[in-house]
């Protein structure tokens, strides 16, 4: 009972209630509102017969529809309430009576357009349900043939059956357009559709039987089974679309097998059947139980016959087989088939097969395959094999690509998954193929920072050419070369995540031994910051001063900048080194404001009391040492980010003519220390708790003198990360290491610092601005020295307000009389705020619940 009222609720669609809303009688009002919007044939109309009208929806539209004063006529079984304009009885459209009284109605008119929605009453069998309904469309059609006018118009409603196809071909001998649609408003689960039929060819004479449902709906015989087909391709497993066969009610079949012996048609029985049986039945088969005692009927035929559904080819043959071989024991006679023109084989498989009995007894052969067809079967598999693994290579290849390209584009990809995939299957068309890119890595960093371009670049295409040429080179250099490069970048990558391992890459260049290959701070580097005339360029334009996002990426790729300009980046300080800037205070305060702080940072304080061993130490031999644990890794705080600016970057550093002291000068070591670990070494030297000697051997191992030729850069670093032992740190270095981290937090982050900078080169302008344009009025004009004063202040006021950011006014318009309603009030500009006193009194109340609440607490 739950269920039906479900389902019944379920049923109330939109539909539904728009009906209810329209004032229609059912819903499927709006079947006929669509169809008609689509074919618009209601509007053309002045005569329309509804059969099967009840309650009358279809009838209100075509009222609603059709031009006034047409002759609208409705026929059901059911009663219809009056619907104005309208005609209609109560009658069952199958009966002659119904016919005489539309005639009745219509007089000498034809109608124009005929319309049927009839529905059999359901609840019976659903094929019994579409039977009758295909009745019920030929009985409507049979009026409509006698109502219609010549060129009219006739829509049904057919329920999806076998039958379907036979309707909508009688439509097509009388109708010179027949469509069928289903309109929005018609639900999917029902299986009704509806054909609108136009162009009526009012055919003179029309056979009685053509209307005739017996006639119409007469099945045609049924395609004979081809169970050859069955039973020798029985791979090929046809669906059964147009369903089970008349009358067969089960699904499963089976026949005694001795029946199987005795059959003139072995194959239908196997193509049909689901078992051969060798039960015995009360009565008794004397057939069968000889057949089950056979020494030919072996387990493995036993088993064929248990179930036909599973067979093959090959299991079907051998059954057939079987059956002639206890043919033969039983006695029946054998037809020797002449097999003429056919090839020895032939003739001993059609042999194999055949089924001979008695002269004239019928012969089932099963032809045997020809080589021909054999082998290109065979080419046939192949082929689909080969395009199958190549379809999944495919495949695989590219789902491996985008990952890659994702990886690259998230900057997730590391060398060794680069280098297994380099020398990994793709083989020498693979898109990515590493190989293909030049060696210096330029456009495989832009591939590995997932900046690849669209179109290679010439320098790609020679690099293309140039790995043609290479490709010829041992694999294993070249996979070498490769990891090479792609540690390189992974450097690179690193260096611009962190600064300290810039630092030491800095460093490790200005000792002296390094590497072309690290070029990050080249000065000649297109990014680099020392290009003043395009720093220039870049900040002429106040507003958008700051760099663009990609060049801000790069600028921080190098360590420099912060420290030579202590935190402003390499392009605002060229652009703050210019002479205009000179006599700004502000700009020098805040420049030795940083310095200032940067020498109380205590760092200053720690290494200008180092000891002058350790200042020997930072520039012999033993920096390298020293300055290595200073940016080790192996530091608890991985926000440790000061950079290490050794003697040469200084002098790089302060080329520029700023006035830093030197390092001789101020006598004293330019090094940061910036982990515990360093600072812990640094207090022993100065305090006197080792030596230079005692620093030195502490730091020989036996891997110090190992001979690192051929060996590749990524294996020395990991090298040196891991063969250095680990030291003690004190909890004093500890603290200092803290403070002057939290110093280095206390100070107001890049950005802030720039822009206020620019703040106050505006203000300096403005000011020098003014200066100018006062001393012009002091100096030129007739003034006297009041008015000179006024204009003067009045210069200054502007200035200042010129300073101050313009606020822009929100103008409150209180809601009463005009103002009131939606809407911009007249004559506002600009921004508004409407105020009513309800607003008011919500505000107050608001605030007075507040305040309860916090008395409460
Ligand atoms: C879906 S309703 C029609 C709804 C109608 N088109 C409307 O808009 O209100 C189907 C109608 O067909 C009618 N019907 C079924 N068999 C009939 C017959 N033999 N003669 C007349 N009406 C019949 C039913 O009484 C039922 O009212």
């Excluded at 539209?61 to 006034?68: D, G, S, Y």
């Excluded at 392009?571 to 800037?581: E, M």
């Amino acid at each position: 009972m739950a269920i039906q009222k479900k389902n019944a609720k379920a049923r109330l669609d939109k539909y539904y209630y728009l009906a209810k809303e329209k004032g229609y009688r059912a819903r499927a009002a709006f079947k006929l509102i669509q169809l008609n919007k689509k074919y618009s044939f209601l509007q053309n109309s002045r005569c329309l017969l509804d059969l099967c009208a009840a309650p009358g929806s279809w009838m209100q539209v075509a009222a609603e529809t059709m031009p006034v004063k047409s002759l609208i006529v409705g026929v059901d079984l059911a009663p219809i309430k009056p619907i104005p304009r309208t005609i209609s009885f109560q009658d069952d459209i199958t009966s002659d009576k119904c016919r005489a009284t539309i005639r009745g109605h219509l007089k000498s008119w034809k109608a124009d357009t005929v319309v049927h929605d009839g529905a059999p009453n359901v609840g019976t069998a659903w094929v019994q349900d579409a039977f009758s309904q295909n009745e019920l469309v030929l009985a409507s059609l049979k009026l409509a043939t006698e109502f219609l006018a010549p060129d009219g118009t006739f829509v049904t409603k057919v329920f999806r059956s076998k039958d379907s196809a036979k309707l909508e071909w009688i439509f097509k001998q009388l109708f010179s357009k027949v469509e069928q649609t289903k309109p929005p408003s018609s639900r999917n689960v029902s299986a009704e559709t509806f054909y609108v039929c136009r162009g009526f060819k009012a055919p003179k004479h029309m056979d009685p039987r053509f209307l005739d449902p017996k006639h119409a709906f007469a099945e045609v015989e049924a395609a004979a089974v081809n169970n050859e087909a069955k039973v020798f391709n029985p791979e090929k497993k046809k669906r059964k679309r147009e369903g089970y066969e008349e009358g067969d009610w089960t699904q499963f079949h089976e026949a005694p097998a001795s029946e199987f012996i005795q059959t003139q048609d072995p194959i239908e029985m196997l193509g049909n059947l689901n078992r051969l049986h060798f039960r015995q039945e009360n009565n008794g088969d004397i057939a069968l139980a000889a057949l089950d005692k056979l020494p030919e009927t072996t387990e493995e035929i036993r088993e064929c016959c248990s179930d036909l559904k599973v067979l093959g080819r090959k299991e079907f043959k051998l059954l057939l087989r079987w059956r002639l071989k206890a043919r033969e024991r039983f006695g029946f006679r054998q037809k020797k088939t002449d097999h003429v023109g056919a090839s020895a084989e032939q003739k001993a498989a059609a042999d194999d097969v055949a089924v001979e009995g008695a002269a004239g007894e019928e012969v089932a052969m099963v032809e045997p395959m020809d080589e021909e067809m054999k082998l290109q079967e065979d080419l046939q598999r192949m082929k689909d094999m080969q395009s199958k693994t190549e379809r999944k290579k495919r495949k695989k290849d590219n789902e491996r690509k985008q990952k890659e390209i994702v990886r690259m584009q998230m900057n997730m990809v590391t060398p060794s998954d680069i280098g297994i995939e380099a020398g990994g299957p793709e083989g020498s068309d693979a898109t990515f193929r590493l190989k293909d890119v030049d060696k210096d890595g330029g456009v495989r960093k832009q591939i590995v920072r997932g900046r690849m371009v669209a179109n290679p670049v010439p320098e790609v295409k020679k690099a293309e050419e140039e790995s043609e040429e290479e490709a010829e080179d041992d694999d294993g250099d070249e996979l070498e070369r490769q990891l090479d490069g792609m540690y390189e970048d992974y450097q690179d990558r690193l260096e611009q995540r962190s600064t300290k391992i810039a630092a030491k890459r800095a460093r490790m260049k200005a000792r002296g031994d390094e590497d072309d290959e690290f070029e990050g701070f080249d000065k000649d580097d297109k990014g680099a910051d020392t290009d003043v005339s395009s720093d220039a360029d870049l900040m002429e334009d106040e507003d958008d001063g700051f760099e663009s996002e990609g060049e801000q990426a790069e600028i921080m790729t190098g360590p420099q900048p912060r420290d030579r300009e202590g935190a402003l980046s390499g392009r605002a300080a060229s652009f703050f080194q210019q002479d205009i800037f000179k006599d700004i205070p502000g700009l020098e305060d805040a420049e030795e404001s940083e310095a200032e702080q940067e020498r109380d940072s205590g760092i200053d304080v720690a290494s200008g009391s180092l000891s002058p061993e350790l200042k020997a130490a930072s520039k012999g031999d033993n920096a390298d040492q020293v300055m290595e644990v200073v940016a080790d890794d192996n530091v608890e705080d991985e926000s440790e980010i000061e950079e290490v600016a050794t003697k040469q970057d200084d002098a790089e550093d302060w080329e520029e003519g700023t006035s830093r002291p030197t390092e001789q000068e101020t006598g004293r070591p330019n090094i940061d220390i910036i982990t515990a670990e360093a600072m812990t070494l640094a207090h022993a030297l100065a305090t006197g708790k080792t030596t230079k000697a005692q620093l030195a051997d502490d730091n020989f191992n036996k891997f110090s003198h190992r001979d690192v030729d051929g060996l590749p850069e990524w294996f020395l670093d990991d090298e040196n990360k891991h063969s250095r032992p680990q030291r003690p740190i004190t909890a004093e270095a500890a603290k200092a290491i803290k403070e002057k981290l939290r110093a280095l937090n206390a100070r107001p982050i890049k950005k802030v610092r720039e822009a206020k900078a620019r703040k106050t080169f505006r203000a300096a302008r403005r000011l020098e601005k003014l200066k100018k344009k006062s001393d012009g009025l002091a100096e030129g004009s007739e003034l006297s020295e009041k008015e000179k004063a006024a204009s003067i202040a009045g210069l200054m006021a502007k200035a200042k307000k010129a300073g101050q950011k313009k606020r822009k006014q929100v103008k409150v318009i209180k809601a009463v009389g005009a103002n009131k309603g939606s809407g911009r009030p007249r004559g506002v500009k600009g921004k508004y705020k409407m105020v009513d006193s309800r607003l008011k009194k919500d505000v107050r109340g608001e605030k007075r619940a507040a305040k309860k609440m916090k008395g409460k607490r």
